[in-house]
């Protein structure tokens, strides 16, 4: 395993993390069993950061994470814990209140009751309220920090002038964005932020949600209440055209021997020392294959190859619905 410092906390961390987010249903069904067994398997493979969600399962990922730790594993693991977004009745995330203080205070108190622990490593703002100040939502971390509730806190999906404002405030440990080859915005501005503000950048979805792993080809390949239904880059209208992208990631696979999904990583973890992708994966055989990335040494042609395959923008359809799209990058 690869360690490296981890934002401006001092400690090192794993270079790739795990990412809980699958276990909790929202791909598909998940066997428990399997989940803790796979967190079991990249503690001992020397994984050291856990990203999950107070949203994730309805608080079912922060118990079932709570359990995985229970037996002295607590102390091994740094926990990135996100607020979650306050969904309508139809589904749709929504804006409005979910970066007020006493929210923050409530979703922090219930996943530290729901994860058995007495301190979060990071407590990270989901998306930024539109309807509160920076300067208050970071105010109200501030505070619970200073409670001793959360070590450090951080943002997702926040502009890269909204992490200057923050920081004004409370020093953040790092920015939760989506990055992968067919989604390079924090390219445009928010790396840089990050560099200059010595935030990490941890990067999610860096399999773009299985669809560049190449096992998902498309809706049709999905359970019934599977996340990606609503993901228009799954459509029937978008698949077809994404596929085509998708092979040139397993020609640059086949040549060395990996899977697509270790190429996805490995391009993640080639764009610099500060980027901790965070795969996520619900069964140890995926965790096996996603942690061997560490091996795929790419070359600059295989990285000139799949920028010209994946150049910024290039994938067909909005990475979220309209209603998603609405909140990131605020
Ligand atoms: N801040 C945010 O808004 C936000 C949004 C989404 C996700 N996240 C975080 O980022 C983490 C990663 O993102 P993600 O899980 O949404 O997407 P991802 O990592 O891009 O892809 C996960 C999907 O890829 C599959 N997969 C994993 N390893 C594979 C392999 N080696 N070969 C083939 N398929 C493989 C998984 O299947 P299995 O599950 O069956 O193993 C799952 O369906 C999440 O777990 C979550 O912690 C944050």
């Known amino acids: 395993m690869e360690y490296a410092i981890f934002g401006n906390t001092g400690e090192k961390l794993s270079r790739v993390g795990l990412g809980c987010f699958s276990m909790s249903g929202a791909y598909g069904a998940a066997d428990d069993a399997e989940s803790i067994a796979t967190i079991h398997r990249a ?12 949203s994730y399962g309805r608080g079912h990922n922060h118990q079932l994470i709570g359990k ?28 409005q209140g979910s970066g007020t203080p006493d929210r923050l205070r409530q979703v922090c108190e219930t996943s530290l009751g729901n994860l058995g622990i007495e301190t979060l490593d990071a407590f990270c703002l989901s998306r930024v309220d539109p309807t509160v100040p ?6 109200a971390m501030a505070r619970l920090v200073e409670e001793g509730k959360t070590r450090f806190i951080a943002l997702s999906e ?3 002038g909204t992490l200057r404002r923050a920081v004004k405030v409370h020093p953040l440990v790092s920015l939760q964005y989506e990055y992968s080859l067919w989604t390079r915005d924090v390219e445009s501005g928010h790396l840089a932020a990050c560099d200059e503000l010595g935030l990490g ?5 860096p399999l773009g949600y299985g669809f560049l792993a190449g096992t998902v080809a498309g809706r049709d390949a999905l359970e019934e209440g599977d996340t990606r239904h609503k993901f228009p880059r799954f459509s029937d209208r978008n ?9 040139a990631i397993r020609k640059v696979a086949d040549a060395h021997g990996a899977t697509p999904a270790q190429v996805c990583i490995a391009w993640v973890l080639a764009r610099g020392g500060n980027v901790f992708p965070i795969p996520g994966c619900k069964s140890r055989a995926h965790l096996e294959d996603n942690l061997k990335a560490m091996d795929v040494a790419l070359t600059a042609e295989d990285l000139a190859a799949l ?13 979220y619905p309209p209603d998603g799209m609405a909140r990131v990058n605020l």
């Not at 229970?70 to 804006?95: E, M, N, P, Q, Y």
């Not at 920028?307 to 990475?319: E, I, S, V």
């Open 134 to 139: 920076i300067e208050e939502t970071v105010g």
């Open 239 to 247: 698949a077809g055209a994404n596929r085509e992208r998708v092979a």
């Open 68 to 95: 995985a730790l229970k037996g002295g594993l607590r102390s091994k693991v740094f926990i990135h814990s996100k607020t979650g977004t306050i969904r309508a009745d139809d589904g749709a995330s929504v804006a």
């Open 43 to 54: 503690i001992d493979l020397g994984v050291t950061l856990l990203d999950t969600s107070a």
């Open 307 to 319: 920028d010209a395959a994946f150049p910024p923008g290039a994938a067909a359809g909005d990475r």
């Open 201 to 205: 950048l941890m990067a999610y979805a």
């Open 158 to 160: 926040a502009a890269p």
